[in-house]
């Protein structure tokens, strides 16, 4: 009887030990540094004596492209081998003319990958991005806040380091928003840690 029970449950714990090897990686957290170059616009309000004399101020919008740092988080489920589901959250931090931007993107969509030591992938997300300026009095900047439609088709490469941590060694996005009824074109360059379940 105690010779059955131990093969049993030998039995048990390698057929959960290899569901779990198979299992491993298909879910991925990635967490890492992110930098973007958005096409950001600033209204300027004129006030006298910067305005003519006799001529009405109206507000000048000005186009700008900020450095922007910050973070970027995202989960991918690997339904298949090479096939995942992606959501991918970052926010990116600075200023432009002396006033805070700020810029947020929540995006979500496939990815394909290459499993291996070193992993390429690729995807296409889309979703939303919600931006905030603040305002400055010495040069008049409006603040303000909006929110647009988004997308990020970018890829990347992963690189095992151990058997659950891969290094993100870089990843490159084409983000494209719409704020303003305006396209906006923007750079995102991310690198980080992947960990695997």
Known sequence: ?????????????????????????SFQLFGGYSYLRPSVAVTENLYPPSCPVGVP?????VGTHPN????????????YKWLGATADFSGHYGSVLGSSVHLQTFLF???IRFPGRVSPFA????????????????????????SAFAVAVGAG?????????????????Y??????SATQNQPRVSAGVVFHF
């Open 68 to 79: 922007l740092n910050g973070w970027e988080l995202s989960g991918t489920y690997n339904a």
């Open 123 to 146: 995807h296409v997300l889309f979703g939303g991005a919600h931006e905030s300026l603040g305002g400055n009095s010495s040069l008049a900047i409006s603040s303000g806040s909006a």
């Open 109 to 111: 969509g496939p990815q």
């Open 157 to 173: 490469i992963d690189i095992k380091v151990a058997h659950f941590v891969s290094l993100r060694a870089i990843q490159l996005d």
């Open 175 to 180: 983000l494209m928003t719409r704020f303003g």
């Open 57 to 61: 101020c109206v507000p000048v919008v």
């Open 1 to 25: 009887m105690r010779q059955t029970l131990l093969a049993l449950v030998l039995l048990c714990s390698i057929s959960l030990f290899t569901a779990a090897v198979q299992a491993q990686d």
